[in-house]
């Protein structure tokens, strides 16, 4: 089941390339480093009088092996000899910055100047530089790949800035290089009870997860307090452990010992006299709803004057709503696409425009049984990007009413047609 809603973007000018980062952390203790060199092809787009043109560029980049998430790591980047042959010979100071997609997130690294000696008919080869990126969090126990997204180098000749931007094709990039993300020790839990419910003299099976292999014990507990009911069983080289308990006395919650809590709740059922009278009440599922179906009022972006220089604009996307009142184990993803920018009655369109976000969840309803986590800050396109989620529960209920919105932000190329555009948000949940 899918449900969508639409939110409108208003912005007064254009916009070239996004990079929307995690905050930048200190760099905690080197991994051994891996390098690699990797053919790219790209379209680049230079300064009259230089013509433009494509090929392949060799990108030899290193990276730690392995990192944890959210770390920030060194990254070495040596671009190779550009596809572009110049025309002419000049002496300028260059800065190339290089937008990389880390994992899902975009992250921008900058050379420092570079004096360059440009030789008519010899192509640039610039030299190799040193930056950061950070490992998107969310990621442990998973390989993070880097691709090159975008590459720009702006050219300072006499202060005059001749800027050429080389896309690649497919966009973005061929792997680049990988780093293998720590995966995060998993405290012991106590998963379910089978039975959950029964009187005096029941065996209970208790089963847990993140447990050492060998043997285990179980208990039973009323009011956190051991009410001397114990069992035993083991937990396989999985950490899947299995362990039996007979209940004898009056108890509200088993475990595996060793386990975190919270434990799997138990109904200790007593024998009452009289005449017994059995009540039924089937609860229905509800729905999983994105709102408001009608859509958001437009997102206000300030306005900009053009300057000749990239400038940066922020906004704030209004917070929709999640309601999960399905009543099950089921997780959900909400993901954004958008449209062009455009101007539909001037004809004026932005084709490079990117618009990003960093998306933000919050639980609404205290009594909701699930979290929800926001998504990695990047740039929203036509490929459904990930803002929120809330996980699957595996045994445990899920389920809640939270609200997904967000920072947005839109990047300015330094020309572009002064106009007024448009670009169509669409946030949808499954």
Same mark, same amino acid.
């Given at each position: 089941?899918?449900?969508?809603?639409?939110?409108?973007?208003?912005?007064?000018?254009?916009?070239?390339?996004?990079?929307?980062?995690?905050?930048?952390?200190?760099?905690?203790?080197?991994?051994?480093?891996?390098?690699?060199?990797?053919?790219?092809?790209?379209?680049?787009?230079?300064?009259?009088?230089?013509?433009?043109? *494509?090929?392949?560029?060799?990108?030899?980049?290193?990276?730690?092996?392995?990192?944890?998430?959210?770390?920030?790591?060194?990254?070495?980047?040596?671009?190779?000899?550009?596809?572009?042959?110049?025309?002419? *010979?000049?002496?300028?100071?260059?800065?190339?910055?290089?937008?990389?997609?880390?994992?899902?997130?975009?992250?921008?690294?900058?050379?420092?100047?570079?004096?360059? *000696?440009?030789?008519?008919?010899?192509?640039?080869?610039?030299?190799?530089?040193?930056?950061?990126?950070?490992?998107?969090?969310?990621?442990?126990?998973?390989?993070?790949?880097?691709?090159?997204?975008?590459?720009?180098?702006?050219?300072?000749?006499?202060?005059?800035?001749?800027?050429?931007?080389?896309?690649?094709?497919?966009?973005?990039?061929?792997?680049?290089?990988?780093?293998?993300?720590?995966?995060? +020790?998993?405290?012991?839990?106590?998963?379910?009870?089978? +039975?959950?419910?029964?009187?005096?003299?029941?065996?209970?099976?208790?089963?847990?997860?993140?447990?050492?292999?060998?043997?285990?014990?179980?208990?039973?507990?009323?009011?956190?307090?051991?009410?001397?009911?114990?069992?035993?069983?083991?937990?396989?080289?999985?950490?899947?452990?299995?362990?039996?308990?007979?209940?004898?006395?009056?108890?509200?919650?088993?475990?595996?010992?060793?386990?975190?809590?919270?434990?799997?709740?138990?109904?200790?059922?007593?024998?009452?006299?009289?005449?017994?009278?059995?009540?039924?009440?089937?609860?229905?599922?509800?729905?999983?709803?994105?709102?408001?179906?009608?859509?958001?009022?437009?997102?206000?972006?300030?306005?900009?004057?053009?300057?000749?220089?990239?400038?940066?604009?922020?906004?704030?996307?209004?917070?929709?709503?999640?309601?999960?009142?399905?009543?099950?184990?089921?997780?959900?993803?909400?993901?954004?696409?958008?449209?062009?920018?455009?101007?539909?009655?001037?004809?004026?369109?932005?084709?490079?425009?990117?618009?990003?976000?960093?998306?933000?969840?919050?639980?609404?309803?205290?009594?909701?049984?699930?979290?929800?986590?926001?998504?990695? +800050?990047?740039?929203?396109?036509?490929?459904?990007?990930?803002?929120?989620?809330?996980?699957?529960?595996?045994?445990?209920?899920?389920?809640?009413?939270?609200?997904?919105?967000?920072?947005?932000?839109?990047?300015?190329?330094?020309?572009?047609?002064?106009?007024?555009?448009?670009?169509?948000?669409?946030?949808?949940?499954?």
């Amino acid at each position: 089941m899918s449900t969508t809603f639409r939110r409108r973007v208003l912005a007064g000018v254009g916009a070239l390339s996004l990079a929307l980062t995690g905050g930048v952390a200190g760099l905690t203790g080197t991994a051994q480093a891996a390098t690699t060199t990797t053919p790219v092809f790209e379209n680049c787009d230079a300064p009259a009088p230089q013509p433009d043109g *494509s090929g392949t560029q060799n990108y030899t980049v290193t990276l730690p092996d392995t990192a944890k998430a959210g770390e920030v790591v060194p990254i070495t980047i040596d671009p190779g000899a550009s596809p572009l042959i110049p025309g002419f *010979s000049v002496t300028t100071v260059n800065t190339t910055k290089i937008t990389l997609k880390v994992g899902a997130t975009a992250q921008v690294v900058t050379s420092p100047p570079e004096t360059v *000696s440009v030789v008519a008919g010899t192509p640039l080869d610039p030299k190799p530089f040193s930056g950061t990126i950070r490992i998107p969090d969310g990621t442990e126990g998973a390989s993070v790949d880097v691709r090159l997204d975008l590459a720009v180098t702006d050219a300072d000749l006499s202060g005059s800035v001749f800027t050429t931007t080389c896309t690649p094709a497919p966009r973005p990039s061929a792997v680049l290089g990988s780093v293998a993300v720590e995966a995060l +020790p998993k405290d012991p839990v106590t998963t379910r009870l089978t +039975p959950n419910s029964g009187k005096a003299g029941t065996a209970v099976v208790v089963n847990g997860a993140n447990f050492p292999a060998g043997p285990v014990t179980c208990s039973a507990l009323l009011e956190g307090a051991a009410t001397g009911d114990t069992g035993t069983g083991a937990a396989d080289a999985s950490g899947a452990a299995t362990c039996t308990v007979t209940v004898t006395k009056k108890a509200d919650s088993l475990r595996i010992d060793g386990s975190v809590a919270p434990y799997k709740s138990f109904v200790f059922l007593e024998e009452q006299a009289g005449v017994k009278n059995p009540i039924d009440i089937e609860v229905l599922p509800g729905a999983l709803a994105l709102g408001p179906k009608d859509g958001q009022p437009a997102v206000s972006f300030p306005s900009v004057t053009i300057n000749g220089k990239s400038q940066s604009v922020v906004g704030v996307f209004n917070a929709a709503t999640v309601q999960d009142f399905r009543g099950g184990t089921l997780g959900w993803d909400v993901t954004a696409t958008r449209t062009p920018f455009l101007n539909q009655t001037t004809g004026h369109s932005m084709a490079k425009a990117q618009l990003g976000i960093q998306p933000s969840c919050t639980v609404t309803n205290p009594d909701s049984p699930s979290t929800c986590t926001a998504g990695a +800050p990047g740039a929203i396109t036509d490929t459904p990007m990930k803002v929120a989620s809330q996980a699957a529960g595996g045994d445990e209920l899920t389920g809640g009413e939270f609200a997904v919105g967000g920072a947005g932000m839109i990047q300015l190329p330094p020309f572009v047609f002064a106009d007024t555009y448009r670009t169509v948000v669409t946030f949808s949940i499954a």
